[in-house]
């Protein structure tokens, strides 16, 4: 099994540019998260998705869009690129469970640079 | 914003010895977990404690829960070089339901096991 692929590890963008990092699960898990990491902060959440079809906000979800059109893939899409978008996402899966599981899955990490 | 806090930022042992990590939350939950991050990956999960729990075991990792305190601690037992890595804890919270996967994690303690 593969688990969580992200894709591309490493990224350079100049300001304004758009892009989208993708997030790819084999576990066929309904739950699918972005996290962002910067230092200090530990991980932040962007957006969340409970299905194909359904995605909502997390924590700190400007700059970024979501959509969810299978249960596979998850991508996420940064509009205009921003210096503060300079940070590692973390892509999550889980499966559905109950209240007293939840242990998610996380890929390896796309380091973008906004420069 | 983060709900957990974790004590210490870092700390630094030598091979054999205990390591303890803290961590403190602000809202009720459905379980608190611990995660690992060896530098540049992704976070790999150690274990997970629910609320109605207030130890657990697995391998050389113990956890304590203390739901009144809102805090939990992580042991790691007879320590090795390879245990150095960020440890990370994450709180599921009680929404009257699944959370969908929605962590909350904390700042994180870097530790470092010398040879």
């Known amino acids: 099994n593969a688990g969580v692929t992200q894709t591309p590890k490493f990224q350079v963008l100049k300001t304004g540019q758009s892009m989208t990092l993708q997030c790819a699960q084999d576990?066929?898990?309904?739950?699918m998260s972005w996290y962002r990491q910067d230092p200090g902060m530990g991980l932040r959440l962007i957006h969340y998705s409970v299905g194909a079809g359904i995605t909502d906000q997390g924590e700190v979800p400007n700059g970024y869009n979501v959509s969810r059109s299978t249960t596979e893939d998850f991508p996420l899409r940064l509009l205009s690129a921003a210096p503060s978008q300079t940070s590692v996402y973390f892509c999550a899966s889980r499966d559905r469970g109950g209240p007293d599981t939840g242990e998610l899955f996380f890929g390896e990490g796309s380091r973008l640079t906004v420069l | 914003s983060q709900q957990g806090e974790e004590d210490p930022q870092a700390l630094s042992i030598q091979e054999g010895e205990n390591a303890t990590m803290n961590c403190s939350y602000k809202?009720?939950?459905?379980?608190l977990q611990w995660y690992r991050q060896n530098s540049g990956r992704g976070l790999v999960h150690l274990i997970l404690?629910?609320?109605?729990?207030r130890e657990k075991h697995s391998g050389r990792l113990r956890v304590t829960l203390d739901t009144s305190k809102k805090s939990s601690s992580l042991l790691i037992t007879a320590s090795r070089a390879a245990d150095t890595a960020s440890y990370f804890c994450?709180?599921?919270?009680?929404?009257?339901?699944?959370?969908?996967?929605?962590?909350?994690f904390g700042q994180g303690t870097i530790l470092t096991v010398h040879p």
């Open positions: 404690i629910r609320s109605n729990e």
């Open positions: 809202t009720s939950i459905n379980n």
């Open positions: 576990m066929n898990h309904e739950y």
């Open positions: 994450a709180t599921d919270p009680n929404a009257g339901g699944t959370s969908y996967g929605k962590l909350t």
